[in-house]
């Protein structure tokens, strides 16, 4: 019996040759690609790790610390530490103070309390809140135990000011004074009207019982007044805006991200 057995030829030098370079034509481009795909997810979270950075430093400083000039001054150490940046940032604080109007104090306040246009809000005893220029004289509330808070939304309405279902006012005032103290209490004041609102916190320390936070739900803002001591009434001094500027560089990359905020505050004389 014959039995053929059939030879088979393989590639040429030739066609292994042309059959990388067809391949390198499709995997080079797809591999550029891969790369930059990578880098540009690298680049983006640098960018959200730079700006978390710089709003965690400017939600942090105290009425103190946004008083001071400072050009392009670095952060502690202990900065690093305590608000766990990385040291592949570098991070610098500007703060420039821009000096406004002359303000006789409290005498201003006063006069705005004699004349009816000022509406205020002593939480200086836990479990009530006491009012001036109101329809009611005091509100009481549950008192809550540390670190809980009992939190009470006050609404500035056209019609006036609401808390609940009671009416503390039927007038749209446009100045509101908060007083701290004892109470622990977390007061959250609602701009629900057109126009602005100044609101003049006294004796309210960070990190105190007495916290005050402002929301606009209208075309309405608040101006802050936060720095002011009642026990300085006789001290004239100025309305100041600390404009603050917290820039994080990563290193490796150089890029930069710079966080802009705006803080008014009282500078006593």
């Known amino acids: 019996m ?7 030829k393989g590639f ?11 391949l ?14 990578v880098k540009g997810g690298e680049t983006s979270g640098t960018a959200i790790e730079g700006y978390a950075i710089a709003n965690r430093i400017i939600e942090a400083m105290s009425d103190e610390e946004i008083a001071v000039p400072r ?16 040291k592949a940032f570098e991070v610098k604080r500007t703060v420039e103070i821009i000096e406004g109007d002359v303000m006789e104090s409290f005498g201003d306040l006063q006069k705005l309390e004699a004349d009816g246009l000022l509406f205020t809000i ?40 609401i808390t609940g279902s009671t009416t503390l006012a039927d007038v749209d005032f446009r100045h509101i004074r908060v007083i701290g ?42 101006t802050i007044y936060n720095n002011m001591v009642g026990g300085e009434d006789n001290r004239t001094g100025s309305v ?10 990563h290193i490796a990359t150089n890029k930069e991200y710079k966080v802009n905020s705006k803080r008014v505050f009282y500078r006593y004389r």
């Not at 040429?12 to 067809?22: K, M, R, S």
């Not at 050009?71 to 990385?86: D, K």
């Not at 100041?240 to 560089?249: E, F, G, L, Q, Y």
């Open 2 to 8: 014959n039995s053929h057995i059939g030879c088979r």
């Open 12 to 22: 040429t030098l030739v066609e292994v040759l042309i059959a990388i370079a067809v």
């Open 24 to 37: 390198g034509v499709f995997v080079v481009p797809i591999t550029g690609m891969f790369i930059s795909s």
């Open 71 to 86: 050009v392009n001054e670095p952060i502690l150490e202990s900065e690093y530490v305590l608000y766990n940046i990385s």
């Open 122 to 161: 002593d939480a200086g005893t836990d479990g009530v809140l006491v009012f001036t220029n109101a329809l009611v004289d005091q509100l009481n509330y549950p008192v809550s135990i540390p670190p809980d808070k009992t939190e009470i939304v006050i609404e500035f309405k056209p019609e006036g000011i």
């Open 181 to 222: 103290g004892q109470g622990n209490v977390k007061l959250i004041l609602q701009n629900k009207a057109a126009n602005d609102k100044t609101v003049y916190i006294t004796d309210v320390e960070q990190g105190g019982p007495v916290s005050v936070e402002m929301s606009a739900e209208s075309p309405g803002v608040w």
């Open 240 to 249: 100041a805006t600390s404009d603050i500027t917290i820039s994080v560089r």
